[in-house]
Structure formats: structure tokens, C-alpha cells
């Protein structure tokens, strides 16, 4: 077919006169329409466009074409989907003649001997109804008169259509001569066959070499027997029917099937996270989403039981096996010192492990700093995790030492220490950091007698129940003093408020946990937090088997060590790490405008700064503030000597541990992984170690996060309804106050509620308990403005923030304590002193 056969369209032009057959363009236009007709029908020639009318015919209607959307539809959709070529009638419609006065005769413009319609032309007869009808239809009500007697029958329902049901399981996984690993991997697939089918079986034959069960419904074939391998351990299935005869309509509650051991291999792969908690009731919500299967609280907690053990071991094999693997871990890793304590019987008592690169990196690289902890364990086999880490130049926390012992006491803290000193030797200027705990003291006194053993300054706050804000500011600001000056007014202060509280802090001793005391170094540290954290970590890690827990402290030191080294491979020499580097650059920044006069060149000089005057002796690396000598890093008064001096930074007066090329070469080492067990080496002669001996606490076992500090007060509840202590808003019997004897029981009570509640009254400032609790506070107190500033003083940065500058500055009018800080707590603010002090100064 060419293009012009598309183009155009056939029809038959039908007059009374005349019938032409033509082809026609399809988009043609009515009016070219009309002006094709008069020049091809000789009878419409002289007639005007208006008169003239189309028509075809559509099965029993007639439709007219009057303009071009009706000369479309007939060319597209009437003659464009028959095959027969439409017939156009053509007529001619009479036009009104206009009345003329003049003269009654005028020419007519048409013969009136013409019909208008052709003769063949058939149309169809309306249906007239009888006037009764229409005249009852209408004397009836409107509501009445309102049918569906025309209304069109509806049209036929839509067939259904059934997507074909996917198979729960595919069957072809099981056939015929299908092999599977071992006994254990051909239950497995058989049980979770009946899981994922919705069925339940019984054993027929369990042996060691076959394995057969059938369906549980009376009357059913189904059955599948399996069998060992003549040759090695794998089993597979010598024959089955895997058509159930049985209704299939079977409801499973409870599955007898859905066993510990089955249930425990679901929940392997999500078990190996060991820092997830998977409580009994989500096991049992998941097997039921997952599986569509209800199990018992019993089932889901022997499963999880069974999963832990496939994990990560039987409890009690894991202290036979603990032996070889400290010996492989010292063949692994050179230098690493293992040792096993058991009783007269064999049974275990304590086991120390010091790993050889931490050892090295805190000989060579670190600040002589240890900090000591423990935490319990959670498992089967309860103990004590003993813990000692160190801090790198950049205070980053390195675990030097591990161990696990089966209480807290004097004698396993004592064993421990010996053993750490055996590893690092005397080192000068040695500081450790941990709580009060009794057993603690004893062995630093007894192990390490001339090294400073400092308490954990938070541990003891909350020893002595200090919970104010205005007590605990004084408390930190005796804490961070560095001068007897400072400390002694300000512990006047809070012996005002709180006179008990400081009658226990003078039974501790000064020299335990104030800077203006203190009797060595303690390198800015005043709690026990880096070891904390690491018990924080290692919270749910505590309840696996001993032998998995030292091998996660290993494995925790191999991935901090290769991220770290990567990190620090190309680093400056001289230049001080990121931690460093920020401390002394705020104290650049804080002395730009303090006054420095020379007494002896590059020796001894004079600084002067609106809080008062020190000195400063590069001869002994020494400056009256002490913060120098006790923290290792130049303080603001050495920071303004290499101001005026001209030197390009303080670098040089800050300690080597500090230092970037120190950083470098703390985690320069590498820690190793142990090979497969199977391929242990094993010498023969290790002891032989059995577990302890475990008895049970009466009572239901407290869940505890951790050891309470020694005389920490415990935090009674009080119910959130009536307001009464010892008991929570749910468990809560009593009537509901009305508002006024809420607002009377809330100031009645003894004195000390009295004073507690008229001091939150007289809060000035808000407080983040959260801040204060978890030690954070004292990072930030070292750079930090005390009491009212000089009305002179221009505050030109934001000191609470990273000491970058702002446009802020203090008028001297308005009260320095109302400038706020980011912790949520002015730290500036203290309503009852007038002394201008600053902590870097003292």
C-alpha cells in the first residue's frame, strides 16, 4: 500500500441527481468539504454552503455532519474501522424567503418537484406513547414516578483470576539419594522441613548409622529413612514419600518438633553479634514471625542456651581449654605474659594475661599512668573481670592487662599487680588511678609502695552523697585546684554546707584526690572513667566463656591497633598529637595579652595576668601554677614566655609522650590472630584446669551493671501518682491526692528534705545530671574562669566551646555567672565567692 492510499479515505457521494464514488483526503475540512461537492454535483452548484447537509447512516441511526469534529469522527472511526466503503448523503434544506412588500412573487431558488430526502433513505419512526399513559406516569407522586424500566442490563462479572500458590519449600530438596554433611545437618533439614510445611513427625530409628521418621497422623505415608555412608560420616536418603495422605488443615501449636537443638541452630547467625541483647520474649516473637511457629518461654530459652554454647563453647570446656590457649597466644604474639592460678583440687582461681605490644607501647611511648577497674561476669561461671589500661599521647585508652578472677579480694588484686609489675618493671613517677575498693589499696601498698595510688574522684563524690549543684562546684573546684590557697578556702566553703561530706573526704586523705596535694602525679586525671569504658564495652561480652572473653580483649587490641597505626602512618615528628595540640592552643590563645618581664635570659622569667603573678624556670621545667609539672603540657605562663621570646611554638616544653612521632610508635606493632583450634599447638605438659565450684545465691538472682562504690547510698523510688518513696507509679495502692495535699505533702517532710527543696528553689542555673554522674565534667574545668571577672576584663572568645574567638565581651556591669556554658551549667557562676580566680593560674 503506497502513501497516498493512506492519506486518503473512499466514500460514496450520494445525491438524488447523482452518486460519485471519490477518494478523499483525510484531513480535509468541512468547508472543504462542501466547496468539493458543488463543483463534483452538478445539482448543488448554485446552492449556498449554508443549506447544504451531510448525513450517513450508523446501523438504524442517522447522524448529520456539521462541522469538522463530526467530519473526523466519520472519517476515523466510520469509515477507518469498516472495510466497506460509507455512503455521504448530500440534501439540500429550503431556506425562509424574506417578505418583501413590493411583490409577492419571487424566484424560487430550488424546484419544488425535488425531494429533499433520497427515496431510499429510511428513518427511523419514533415510538409515540398514548397520552394515558404519560398523563398517569405524571399524576403519580415524584418518588413514584422514578423507575428503572430503561435502565440498561448490567454487564457480566469479570472472571476470577487465581495466581498459581508459590511452595513453601521447594520439594526437590529432598529426594533420592541426597547426601548431607553429617547426622546433625540430616535432622536439621528434616526439622525445619516440618517448620516451614506446617507438619509434625515422629522417630522411627535414630541410630549411628540411620535416621528414619514418619508422619504423626494415624493412616499417613509420609516417611523419609536415611542412612550413613559406607565410607565416611555423611548420611543420605535411601528412600521416602514426601506426599502426606493426612488432612493437611492441621493446626501445630506448641510444635513438638520446634526442639532446643532445632531452635538453636535458627538462632546461631543472629547470636554472633555478642554485643546484642536477644531477650527470651523476642526469640519467641521472631520464631513466630519467621517461621509461624509458637514456642514455649522453656523452648526459646534452652535454645539460646544451646546456640551460646555452639558459639562460643561449653562454659566448663572452656576452662580446660584456657591453658592452650594462653600458650598459643604467647607463640602468636612474643612477649605476652599468661598465668593460671588454681586451688590444691585444679580448679581455677584467677588467670592474668599482659599483651607483649601493650606492654612495649607503654614502656617506650605512653605516660606512666595505669588505671584499674573490675567489673563482674554474667555467664554460667560468675567472677570478677580485673582490667588495667593506659592512655596514649592522643588520650586514647590501650588495655595493657586482663584477667578474671572469682571475687574482688585482696588476694587475687594483690596476684594481679604483681604480675602487671612483673611486665613493666619499675617505672618512674608511676600513677594508678581506681576506686576506693579495700583490696585495691591494699595491693598498691603492698605491690607498688612508692608510686601514687589516687582515688577515683567521681566514685567519691558519690561516696560522700554530694547531689547539689553548689556543693558539687565546690567539690570540683577542690579537685582541680592546684594550689594550697585555692583548695583550702573553697573546702571552708563546702564545709559550710556539707560538713559530713568533708569529714569523709579528710578520712580519704587530700593527697588521694586533690591536684594541691597530691604527693606525685596523676597527669590530669582524676577518675577511673578510661577503664569504665571499657567495661562499658565489654557489658555483654561478659557472659560468654572465659576463653572468649580474653580472645575478644585480643581481638579488640588487633583492630584498635591496625586502625590506629593506618591512621597515624605519616605523621610529623615534632609536632604534638590532635588532643595536645588543642590544649596548648587554647592556652596560646588565653595568655596573647598577659605581661611577661625576664629575669634571667631563657631561664627564669616573671608573668603577669589579671588573676595574678608566677614564675617560670625552664631550668627545672617548672612554673608556680603547677599545671606544668602535672600535666606534661605548657601551661599559659610558658605559652606567653615563647610569645614574647619570638619562638614559633611551645612543642619543645611539652613531655615526649605527646608528640606525634611517639603516637607513631605506639601502635608501630602488630597484634596476631590465633590459628584454628584443631591446629593449636600443644606441648603435652599444660596443667590441667577445672571449673570452680559455683554456689547459688539465695534469692532470685539482681540483675547489676555494675559494683556499687563503697557506702554509695542506694536511690530510693518514688512513686510518680501519690509521691511516697518505695514504691513505683504502677505498683502505686493508694488513692489519688487531690492537687492541695500534692503541693502540702511536697514541702512537709524532716529537715533535710526541707533544705534540699529550699536549695533546688534557689537554683540559679540548671544542671545536666547526666554531665556530672558520668565524670565528664572535670575535661572540661581546666580552662575554665572562676568567680567574678575584673570589670576591666574583655571576654574575646568562648572559652566552653573549642576556644575560638567570638565577638562577645563583658561589660562589667552585668554578673559574670549569667554568661551560660554549653554543658548546661555556668561553671563560672558561683553566687558566694569574690575572689577572681582562674584554674589554669593556681
Known amino acids: 500500500m503506497n502513501d497516498d492510499d493512506n492519506s486518503k479515505f473512499k466514500v460514496y457521494l450520494v445525491h438524488p441527481s447523482s452518486k460519485h464514488g471519490v477518494k478523499l483526503p483525510k484531513t480535509i475540512s468541512f468547508r472543504n468539504l462542501v466547496d468539493y461537492v458543488k463543483k463534483k454535483v452538478e445539482a448543488v452548484k448554485d446552492i449556498q454552503n449554508s443549506a447544504i447537509r451531510f448525513f450517513y447512516k450508523d446501523g438504524s441511526m442517522s447522524l448529520n455532519i456539521v462541522d469538522d469534529d463530526d467530519l473526523q469522527y466519520f472519517i476515523h472511526d466510520v469509515c477507518g474501522k469498516n472495510d466497506h466503503v460509507q455512503k ?110 506446617r507438619f509434625e513427625y515422629k522417630v522411627i530409628k535414630s541410630e549411628s548409622i ?36 493426612c ?59 544451646l546456640a551460646f554454647e555452639m558459639l562460643y563453647g561449653d562454659p566448663e570446656a572452656s576452662f ?14 612474643p612477649g605476652t605474659v599468661t598465668h593460671i592460678e588454681t586451688d590444691d583440687a585444679g580448679r581455677f582461681k584467677l588467670v592474668f594475661i599482659a599483651f607483649g605490644v601493650s606492654i612495649r607501647s607503654f614502656i ?43 571475687g574482688e579480694t585482696g588476694e587475687s588484686w594483690t596476684l594481679f599487680m604483681r604480675l602487671l609489675k612483673e611486665c613493666i618493671g619499675e617505672v618512674p613517677n608511676l600513677a594508678i588511678i581506681s576506686d576506693r575498693h579495700a583490696a585495691i589499696t591494699q595491693a ?47 573546702l571552708a566553703e563546702l564545709k559550710a554546707k556539707r560538713p559530713q561530706a568533708v569529714e569523709k573526704l579528710e578520712k580519704a586523705g587530700y593527697d588521694k584526690w586533690s591536684r594541691a596535694y597530691c604527693s606525685g602525679k596523676r597527669y590530669n586525671y582524676l577518675t577511673s572513667n578510661s577503664a569504665e569504658s571499657i567495661n562499658s564495652l565489654t557489658r555483654h561480652v561478659r557472659r560468654v566463656p572465659i576463653t572468649m572473653l580474653m580472645e575478644y580483649y585480643r581481638r579488640l587490641l588487633q583492630d584498635w591497633y591496625n586502625k590506629r597505626r593506618e591512621k597515624y602512618r605519616v605523621a610529623p615528628e615534632f609536632e604534638l598529637t590532635e588532643w595536645a595540640t588543642k590544649k596548648v592552643h587554647h592556652r596560646m590563645w588565653k595568655s596573647a595579652n598577659w605581661e611577661v618581664r625576664g629575669i634571667a635570659h631563657f631561664a627564669v622569667y ?23 609539672q602535672l600535666s606534661g603540657l605548657p601551661c599559659g605562663h610558658v605559652c606567653a614566655v615563647c610569645r614574647v621570646e619570638e619562638l614559633t611554638n611551645c612543642n619543645i616544653w611539652a613531655q615526649s609522650w605527646f608528640t606525634k612521632a611517639a603516637l607513631k610508635g605506639t601502635y608501630q606493632e602488630m597484634v596476631f590472630p590465633l590459628d584454628e583450634e584443631a591446629k593449636w599447638h600443644n606441648p603435652g605438659n599444660l596443667q590441667k584446669v577445672k571449673p570452680p565450684v559455683m554456689k547459688r545465691p539465695a534469692g532470685r538472682p539482681k540483675k547489676n551493671d555494675r559494683f556499687p562504690s563503697k557506702n554509695e547510698e542506694q536511690i530510693l523510688k518514688r512513686c510518680g501518682r501519690c509521691g511516697i518513696e518505695g514504691h513505683t507509679r504502677e505498683a502505686c495502692m493508694q488513692p ?19 533544705e534540699v527543696m529550699q536549695e533546688n528553689v534557689e537554683k540559679n542555673h540548671l544542671v545536666d545530671e547526666e554531665y556530672f554522674q558520668n565524670g565528664r565534667i572535670y575535661q572540661e574545668w581546666d580552662d575554665l574562669s572562676w568567680g567574678v571577672q575584673p570589670s576591666n576584663w574583655q571576654w574575646e572568645g568562648d572559652l566552653a566551646g573549642n576556644g575560638e574567638p567570638s565577638n562577645r565581651q563583658w561589660d562589667g556591669n552585668s554578673e559574670w555567672g549569667d554568661e551560660p556554658t554549653y554543658s548546661g551549667f555556668n561553671l563560672n557562676y558561683n553566687p558566694e565567692s569574690s575572689d577572681a580566680v582562674h584554674l589554669d593560674d593556681f
Open 210 to 245: 540411620r535416621y528414619s521418621v514418619k508422619c504423626t497422623r494415624a493412616g499417613c505415608s509420609w516417611n523419609i529413612y536415611t542412612r550413613k555412608d559406607k565410607v565416611g560420616s555423611k548420611f543420605y536418603v535411601s528412600s521416602m514419600n514426601d506426599v502426606h495422605t
Open 606 to 628: 616573671h608573668v603577669l595576668t589579671p588573676y595574678g603573678s608566677h614564675m617560670v624556670d625552664f631550668i627545672k621545667n617548672e612554673c608556680t601554677c603547677r599545671q606544668w
Open 736 to 754: 489519688v491526692p487531690s492537687l492541695k495535699e500534692k503541693s502540702k505533702g511536697s514541702i512537709s517532710g524532716s529537715g533535710k528534705g526541707k
Open 247 to 305: 488432612s493437611r488443615d492441621q493446626i501445630c501449636p506448641n510444635h513438638r518438633n520446634a526442639t532446643m537443638k532445632l531452635l538453636s541452630q535458627l538462632l546461631f547467625e543472629k547470636l554472633k553479634d555478642s554485643n546484642r541483647v536477644y531477650k527470651v520474649r523476642d526469640i519467641q516473637k521472631d520464631i513466630r514471625l519467621d517461621w509461624k511457629v509458637d514456642i514455649s518461654y522453656k523452648r526459646a530459652w534452652g535454645g539460646r542456651n
Open 364 to 406: 617506650a611511648f605512653m605516660r606512666p599512668l595505669i588505671i584499674i577497674d573490675a567489673a563482674h561476669l554474667k555467664g554460667r561461671y560468675k567472677g570478677t573481670n580485673l582490667l588495667a589500661v593506659g592512655m596514649d599521647g592522643n588520650n586514647q585508652i590501650i588495655p595493657i592487662a586482663t584477667g578474671v578472677s572469682q
Open 88 to 197: 455521504l448523503f448530500i440534501s439540500v434544506v429550503q431556506q425562509p424567503s424574506e417578505v418583501k412588500s413590493s411583490s409577492a412573487s419571487n424566484n424560487i431558488s430550488f424546484d419544488l418537484n425535488v425531494p429533499l430526502v433520497p427515496q431510499d433513505c429510511h428513518y427511523p419512526t419514533p415510538k409515540v406513547e398514548q397520552y394515558s399513559f404519560h398523563q398517569e406516569q405524571y399524576s403519580l407522586p415524584k418518588w413514584q414516578r422514578n423507575n428503572f424500566k430503561n435502565m440498561p442490563m448490567p454487564p457480566d462479572a469479570p472472571e476470577p483470576v487465581f495466581k498459581p500458590l508459590q511452595p513453601l519449600i521447594n520439594h526437590n530438596d529432598f529426594y533420592i539419594n541426597k547426601e548431607f554433611y553429617n547426622k546433625a545437618e540430616c535432622m536439621f533439614a528434616i526439622g525445619k522441613k516440618s517448620l516451614i510445611e
Open 444 to 490: 598498691c601498698q603492698t605491690v607498688f609502695p612508692d608510686c601514687f595510688h589516687g582515688y577515683c574522684c567521681r566514685h567519691l563524690m558519690m561516696n560522700c552523697n554530694l547531689k547539689q549543684e553548689k556543693v558539687r562546684y565546690l567539690y570540683w573546684k577542690c579537685c582541680k585546684s592546684y594550689t594550697h590557697e585555692i583548695f583550702n578556702k573553697t
Open 320 to 333: 580446660e581449654q584456657l591453658p592452650m590457649y594462653c600458650h598459643n597466644l604467647k607463640l602468636k604474639n
